[in-house]
C-alpha cells in the first residue's frame, strides 16, 4: 500500500502557505495521487476568513512530521519547516522564496519562481496539468495571491501575478479590489491580539551565517493600535530572544494604506539594522518608508550584513 503523503507549508502559517497545502493536494488528488493538505500551526484571523468564506475544511494539523511523506509549499528552509521536517522523506517543494537549506537524498520536483505568491505558481501547475480550476478553488488561489502580494501593492508582485489574478477572479465570480479590501481588514486583526501573539503571528526565523534571526510581520490598515502598546510588544520581543538565543529580532508594523513599516528592535545587532536597511534606529525603533515586502526589502540587506 502506498504512503499517504502531506502538502504543508511553514510554521507560522499565512493565507498563502495554507491555501496552496489545499489547492496543491487537490491537484495531486485530481491526479490520481493519495495526498492530503496539511498545516504546521494554527490559523491566523484572515485565513479563518478565507476558509469560511469560501466554505472549505481547514487543513489536517501535522504536529510531528517525522517518518512522512512532505510535499513543501511556500518556504524550503528548515529553519521553517514543521517539527520533524529533517527525519522525513521530502518529495516536492513549490515556493516563491530564497533557496533555503533543505535536501533529499533523491532527484525531486522542485518548482521555483520569483512570482509574488505560491498560489501565482500553482495556477499555472493547474494549467500545465491540464486541470480545471473550479470556482471555489479559484477563491481561494485569489485569497493566497492577493494577501501575499498586499492586493497587488507589494514590491514583490510581477506582472505575471495581475494576469493571474484577474483570470481567478473572474472564475471565483468576485472583483479582486473589493474582495482584497475584505482580507486586507481581516489581516489588521492581527494588530488586536496580545503582545506575544502579535510578535509570533506571522513570523519567520532564518539562519544567516552562525546567527538565528527572527523576523515578524504585522500588516494592518491601522498601526496605532499596534504601536500604542510597543512597550509590551517590545517586551515580548526581548522574552522571544532570550527563549531562542537570536542574535536580532525584528518586528516589521507594516502600514498598507500609507505603504511604509515602523520596525522595533530586540537583540544585539541595532548597528547590523541600520547598515543593512539604511535606517536610523533610535529608542529600538526605525522608520522604514516604502517598504512592505519582508522577502524583498528585509531578508536580503539583513542576509548580506550578517
Known amino acids: 500500500m502506498s504512503q499517504t503523503s502531506y502538502v504543508i507549508g511553514h510554521q507560522q502559517p499565512d493565507t498563502d502557505t495554507i491555501i496552496s497545502a489545499i489547492a496543491h493536494a487537490r491537484l495531486k488528488q485530481a491526479q490520481g495521487e493519495d495526498v492530503v493538505a496539511a498545516r504546521a500551526g494554527e490559523l491566523n484571523p484572515e485565513t479563518q476568513f478565507v476558509l469560511e468564506r469560501w466554505d472549505v475544511e481547514e487543513p489536517t494539523l501535522l504536529e510531528d512530521a517525522t517518518d512522512e511523506q512532505l510535499l513543501l509549499v511556500d518556504h524550503n528552509e528548515h529553519s521553517q519547516t514543521v517539527e520533524g521536517a529533517r527525519d522525513a522523506d521530502v ?8 533557496i533555503g537549506d533543505v535536501e533529499t537524498s533523491n532527484p525531486i520536483r522542485f518548482r521555483n519562481e520569483p512570482v509574488g505568491s505560491t498560489a501565482t505558481i500553482l495556477t499555472g501547475l493547474y494549467d500545465e496539468a491540464d486541470v480545471e480550476i473550479d470556482e471555489q478553488t479559484a477563491g481561494l488561489l ?9 492586493v497587488l501593492r507589494s514590491p514583490t508582485t510581477t506582472e505575471t501575478d495581475e494576469v493571474v489574478a484577474e483570470r481567478l477572479a473572474e472564475i471565483a465570480g468576485v472583483d479582486y479590489e473589493e474582495y482584497g479590501k475584505e482580507l486586507l481588514k481581516q489581516k489588521s486583526k492581527l494588530g488586536e491580539k496580545e503582545p506575544r501573539e ?4 506571522d513570523f519567520k526565523e532564518f539562519e544567516f551565517g552562525d546567527s538565528d534571526v527572527g523576523i515578524g510581520q504585522i500588516e494592518t490598515v491601522e498601526p496605532a493600535p499596534v504601536l500604542d502598546q510597543r512597550d509590551a510588544v517590545l517586551e515580548a520581543m526581548d522574552e522571544v530572544v532570550a527563549e531562542r538565543e537570536y542574535a536580532l529580532l525584528v518586528l516589521l508594523v507594516t502600514d498598507l494604506l500609507e505603504e511604509e513599516s515602523t520596525a522595533l528592535i530586540a537583540g544585539d545587532h541595532t548597528d547590523t539594522v541600520e547598515d543593512a536597511l539604511d535606517t536610523t534606529v533610535e529608542d529600538r525603533e526605525a522608520f522604514l518608508p516604502g517598504v512592505m515586502s519582508r522577502k524583498k526589502q528585509v531578508v536580503p540587506p539583513l542576509e548580506d550584513a550578517f
Open 91 to 98: 518529495v516536492e517543494i513549490i515556493d516563491h522564496h530564497r
Open 142 to 150: 485569489l485569497s493566497g495571491l492577493l494577501s501575499d502580494t498586499v
Open 198 to 201: 502579535m510578535v509570533l503571528g
